[in-house]
């Protein structure tokens, strides 16, 4: 789930007692979305998809990072997964939406284990896509990776968002400006906010422990959003499609280490 506008304060350096936490949480995240993943098909609603994750979320005995969530005077989200279709950027609330061949979904989760938080998010095919559907997708996924990247010791803070931008915007996308990526530990929402764009080598040194979650949103037209009358469903303002990659990410004393990577994950 895409972090707010807010205050800044100092970055937390995670111990080793809550790296432990963080990575059982991100464990669960990826190996539900994997679950979730295949649901995505023609003909099924989103509102099934959210009544999957509520079950695997039971039986998994995690809490929702997202049921309830509301921050700066927003109503409280309605479910456990944001699911954004087409032209949907993020925070889709799932319901009796018919999913249908050609399109793209963006499945948005997190779940807390022991106190500690998780987030990953996927834009997945619905069937059969056309071939700009497809670019954007993976283009969005690269931005990811080459954001994931600059997560090393030594490194600023700015240069995760200007790996993505650069990335995206070569392709000939737009990166979509007013939500960012976020720290990620005890609250969803941590210090720092994570734009993902912006000049390199500002900001704050990455240091190890920092853990952040790194999530790019990609429009195939303008980088405008609307916010539909529910307060939380951002759209692309020219109806263009978007896409939504996103995991959390610990910086080591070396190679950036993906929690919410397993295998078969994206």
Known sequence: MMGFLG??????????????????????????LIELREMVRPGVTTREID????????ERRVESSF???????????????????????VHGIPGPRELKEGDIL??????????????????????????????LMETTRESLYAGIAQMVPGKRLSDIGHAVQQRAEAAGFSIVRQFVGHGIGR???????????????????LLPGMVFAIEPMVNAGRPDVRMLEDEWTAVTADGSLSAHFEHTVLITDHEPEILTRVPGSH
């Not at 009544?51 to 039971?58: M, N």
Request: charged share 25%; net charge neutral.
């Open 51 to 58: 009544e999957r994750a509520r079950q695997s979320i039971r």
């Open 187 to 205: 609250k969803l929402h941590e210090t720092p906010q994570i734009p993902n764009f912006g000049e390199p080598g500002r900001g704050p040194r």
């Open 106 to 135: 963006g499945l948005d989760f997190g779940v807390a284990w022991n106190g500690y938080h998780g987030d990953s998010a996927v834009t997945l095919p619905v069937g059969s896509v056309d071939a700009k559907a497809k670019e």
């Open 7 to 32: 205050d800044a304060g100092p970055i937390p350096i995670k111990s080793r007692r809550e790296l432990e936490a963080m990575r059982a949480a991100a464990r669960h995240v990826a190996e539900i």
């Open 67 to 89: 049921l309830g969530y509301g921050p700066h005077g927003l109503p409280k989200y309605p479910a456990v997964i944001c699911l954004s279709v087409n032209e949907e950027i």
